[in-house]
C-alpha cells in the first residue's frame, strides 16, 4: 500500500469516487481547485494505491488563519468529506497519513468528516486515543423521496404542511436557474441577521463554473421580489439543498417553507430520490425546522486527530467566546458584513 500525492491528472480519482457506492458529492476532486482558489487554501490530496490501482482517496485541505488557528480538514465548508477505501486497509493507511500530515505541518489537529461511523480498524490508534471523536453538535439530516409530489407532501409534518400552503396562498412563485450573483445577495443578508460571515461572491460563482451540470438555484418571489434563494447541489440521484437564505420579508412570508418543497418538487421531476437536507447543530432552529420535516437526525461522525496538549477546536457559533461578536455582526450594515466577512469565514471551515 502506498500514499501518492494527486497531481493534476485527476480522471483516475474521479474514476474511483464515481464507482464507490459510498462517495458523496464532496469528493468529487474539483473541489480542490474551488476551495483553494477561493479561499486560498493549502491542498493536500492524497490517494492509497495498491498494486498500481486506486484503493482509496482522501481529500485534505489545511485551513491556517492568524484568527482560527491551522487544521487539516477533509472537508472544509463540506459536511462530508472523509476517506473513500475500497478496503479497511487503505482507509487505516490514509488516516495514519493524515496524522502524519498533521505532525509535518504543525497544524493542531486533523478533521476527519465521515457521514456514517467508520469502521474502528479504520482508525489507527483509536482505542489508545490517537483519534478523537466529536459528539452532541451536529447531525445530518437524509430521506428518501416518492415519485409522487402527493406522498412527499404528505410526509412533511401537518404544522409545515400549513406553512407551504400559506405560501402558496400568498401567491409566491419560484424559478429555477443559474442566478448565483441574486442568490448571494440574498445569502449574505440572511447570514448577516444571524451574526455570521458570508462567503465571497467569487466562491459562489466558482461553484457554479465547476459544477455547472450538478447545481440550481432556487429563488422565492413575493409580488416580483425576490425574498429567499437555495443553492442546491445534484448528486447521483440525490438533491442537496446546501447554501440557502431569505431576506427580512421572507419569514411572514413562508418563503423558506414554500422554497424547500419546490426543490423538493423539481428534484423528484429531475429523478431525484433521495434528500438530503444537510447538517445543523443540535438545539438549533434550524435542526428543528428539519425535524418539522419529517426528517429523522442522524449524528454525524467527525474523528480529530489532535496535536500535543491540543482540544477539539470549537468553531462553531455556540462557542461561547464568539457570542460578543456574533452579537455585534448582526448589527453591522450589510455592505460592511459584505467587505469583511469573507476574509473572517475562510478560517472556519
Excluded at 14 to 25: E, I, L
Excluded at 240 to 256: D, E, F, I, S, V
Excluded at 335 to 349: D, E, K, Q, S, T
Aim: charge should be positive.
Amino acid at each position: 500500500m502506498k500514499i501518492v500525492p494527486l497531481d493534476r491528472q485527476t480522471a483516475a480519482w474521479d474514476a474511483f469516487v464515481t464507482g464507490h457506492p459510498d462517495a458523496t458529492f464532496f469528493h468529487q476532486s474539483a473541489w480542490r481547485d474551488v476551495l483553494t482558489r477561493a479561499f486560498g487554501h493549502r491542498a493536500h490530496y492524497l490517494t492509497a494505491e495498491q498494486d498500481g490501482a486506486i484503493a482509496g482517496v482522501l481529500p485534505l485541505i489545511e485551513v491556517k488563519t492568524r484568527l482560527f488557528g491551522h487544521s487539516l480538514m477533509s472537508l472544509p465548508f463540506c459536511v462530508y468529506g472523509g476517506p473513500l477505501t475500497a478496503s479497511t486497509e487503505a482507509a487505516a493507511a490514509l488516516a495514519q497519513a493524515a496524522m502524519d500530515l498533521r505532525a509535518k505541518t504543525g497544524a493542531r489537529a486533523a478533521e476527519l468528516r465521515f457521514r456514517e461511523p467508520p469502521a474502528p480498524a479504520s482508525l489507527p490508534g483509536l482505542a489508545d486515543g490517537a483519534w478523537v471523536k466529536r459528539d452532541g453538535l451536529y447531525a445530518t439530516f437524509r430521506k428518501p423521496i416518492s415519485a409522487d409530489h402527493e406522498t412527499n407532501f404528505k410526509a412533511i409534518s401537518r404544522k409545515q404542511r400549513a406553512m407551504v400552503r400559506k405560501g402558496i396562498d400568498r401567491g409566491l412563485t419560484a424559478t429555477a436557474d443559474t442566478s448565483i450573483d441574486r442568490a448571494h445577495a440574498i445569502y449574505a443578508e440572511s447570514v448577516r441577521n444571524l451574526g455570521t460571515p458570508v462567503f465571497s461572491r467569487k466562491y459562489f460563482r466558482l461553484l457554479a463554473e465547476t459544477f455547472p451540470h450538478h447545481l440550481d438555484v432556487v429563488t422565492v418571489f413575493d409580488a416580483g421580489a425576490p425574498i429567499a434563494a437555495v443553492i442546491n447541489f445534484y448528486w447521483r440521484d440525490e438533491v442537496l439543498p446546501y447554501y440557502g437564505g431569505g431576506t427580512a420579508a421572507a419569514r411572514g412570508a413562508y418563503a423558506n417553507d414554500f422554497m424547500y418543497w419546490d426543490v423538493m418538487r423539481r428534484a423528484v421531476d429531475r429523478g431525484a430520490r433521495m434528500f438530503d437536507f444537510g447538517r445543523s447543530k443540535e438545539g438549533t432552529g434550524a435542526y428543528a425546522f428539519k425535524k418539522n420535516w419529517g426528517f429523522a437526525p442522524s449524528p454525524l461522525p467527525y474523528y480529530f486527530a489532535l496535536g500535543p496538549g491540543q482540544a477539539i477546536p470549537e468553531l462553531n457559533p455556540l462557542n461561547p467566546k464568539y457570542r460578543l461578536m456574533i452579537d455585534a455582526w448582526k448589527r453591522l450594515p450589510l455592505p460592511i458584513a459584505n467587505l469583511l466577512g469573507p476574509h473572517l469565514v475562510r478560517g472556519v471551515g
